[in-house]
């Protein structure tokens, strides 16, 4: 049965639209958790717009389930990453224009900066992901370079059009089979939602959806824990 990773950095997006100390994102987490979330995930960006280290320090401390950081893989997060532990790293691209991650990482173009970051961090008992585009050459790399999971980029089967979603439907479900036959586990994320969500928690093979915008906005109508129960529920039931 797929699990749900609730990504919380919105609710430090709020936070830091006033600069205050409320929303607490590790408060957040804790809703998340009790309401049956199976992990918790953040992005700690470099221009540090919405998750701080004091809030990875703490949910690394305070977590009951497991923290998966989002990062770049840059020598500064895989130091900070060496401190915290979390149980995964996803290595995944950022620019700072962005809005949120716009693509795939290219494990191909960086496969020799990735290789000995990638074996500091599992040296340290850290799992890691790369973030890729459901594509056969990027798994290919990802597996050469030992990743111990993929998270397959959703963005492209969320913005298609209905007649579009058929076709990157079917290149997620090709990843999925092409990752489990290299030995890669499989998780995905990216603009999944309550409408979209389903056809992809059908497939087999994928062990973890990470999802946030779509909670956290559901969050501030109904509440964390209501959000996080139905988003659960259709991960879960999807089959």
């Known amino acids: 049965m797929p699990q749900l990773g609730v990504n919380i950095d919105h609710v430090a997006t709020l936070r830091q ?10 408060t957040a987490a804790a809703f998340a958790e009790l309401a049956g979330a199976d992990g918790i995930t953040v992005h700690l960006r470099e221009d540090r717009r919405h998750i701080q280290d004091r809030d990875v320090m703490l ?11 989002e990062m770049a893989a840059t020598e500064e997060m895989v130091g900070i990453a060496l401190k915290v532990v979390p149980a995964t790293v ?3 691209p950022e620019r700072r224009q962005e809005l949120t991650t716009e693509g795939g990482l290219d494990v191909l173009r960086h496969r020799q900066a990735l290789r000995p970051q990638i ?3 599992q040296q340290a008992g850290i799992q890691v992901s ?11 790399a990802s597996a050469r370079l030992k990743a111990d999971y993929i998270e397959i980029h959703t963005g492209a089967y969320c913005e298609a059009s209905a007649r579009g979603q058929a076709a990157e439907l079917a290149k997620i479900e090709q990843a ?5 036959k290299f030995g890669l586990g499989v998780n995905a994320g990216h603009g999944l939602n309550y409408q979209n969500v389903r056809p992809v928690a059908r497939l087999k093979g994928i ?7 779509s909670i956290i906005c559901r969050a501030v109508m109904v509440g964390m824990d209501r959000a996080v129960r139905e988003m659960a529920a259709l991960v879960r039931g999807a089959a």
């Open 17 to 26: 639209a006033r600069g205050g100390q409320e929303p607490d994102p590790v």
């Open 119 to 121: 074996e500091l961090l």
């Open 90 to 92: 996803t290595l995944v």
């Open 130 to 140: 790369l973030f890729v585009d459901p594509d056969l050459e990027q798994i290919k």
């Open 207 to 213: 062990e973890e959806f990470n999802i946030g915008h």
């Open 176 to 180: 999925v089979a092409a990752a489990g």
């Open 59 to 69: 949910l690394r401390r305070t977590l009951q389930t497991r923290l998966n950081l």
